[in-house]
């Protein structure tokens, strides 16, 4: 029988291990353009490692997943963090598992709300994006360059997740 993964809401100290949450948040808050704009400064720090590494700008649109979803597979980047900022204000899971010994642990299910991002530090396993309720768009910002800088890992046995309607953001 294949393992059952809670969810468990996102919060900057939850997640912490993995990187940061992404959100607006009062003490990162400054006023700009005359007082007319809030910037939220400062809310992540992207890392790009390796020759000829840039950052870049992506959009990318997600299926929603069915459920009960399996986990059967994690990935992680060894050259730079990769962040996942929502558009479309809808819920998504963030499935992420710390390092044991070259290999990803157990998983953890977080449930983001859809004003909130998330970005992975290097080297952190986590599932790709997992949208919930309908077709959902991430602006993803992360490291281009040479050098392969996606590591896979599939399971001997996935891990079910039933799903967010259990769960409030």
């Keep these: 029988m294949n393992e059952r993964l809670s969810i468990l809401p996102l919060t900057p100290e939850a997640f912490a291990p993995f990187g940061t949450v992404i959100e607006t948040a009062p003490s990162t808050l400054r006023l700009i353009n005359n007082g007319t704009t809030e910037r939220y400064h400062a809310l992540a720090e992207v890392e790009a490692a390796g ?51 070259g290999r990803p642990g157990r998983p953890q299910a977080f449930l983001a709300g859809g004003r909130q991002g998330v970005n992975y530090r290097r080297n952190v396993w986590h599932h790709p994006l997992v949208a919930v309720g309908g077709r959902s768009d991430f602006i993803v910002v992360d490291r281009a360059g040479e050098g392969l800088n996606l590591e896979e890992y599939y399971y001997d046995r996935p891990f079910v997740i039933d799903g967010p309607e259990e769960t409030t953001v």
């Design 51 to 101: 020759a000829g590494a840039t950052v870049i700008i992506n959009i990318f649109r997600a299926t929603p997943r069915a459920f009960p979803y399996q986990v059967d597979m994690m990935e992680r980047h060894p050259f730079g963090s990769q962040s996942f900022s929502p558009v479309d204000d809808r819920p998504w899971l963030v499935v992420v598992a710390a390092d044991e010994d």
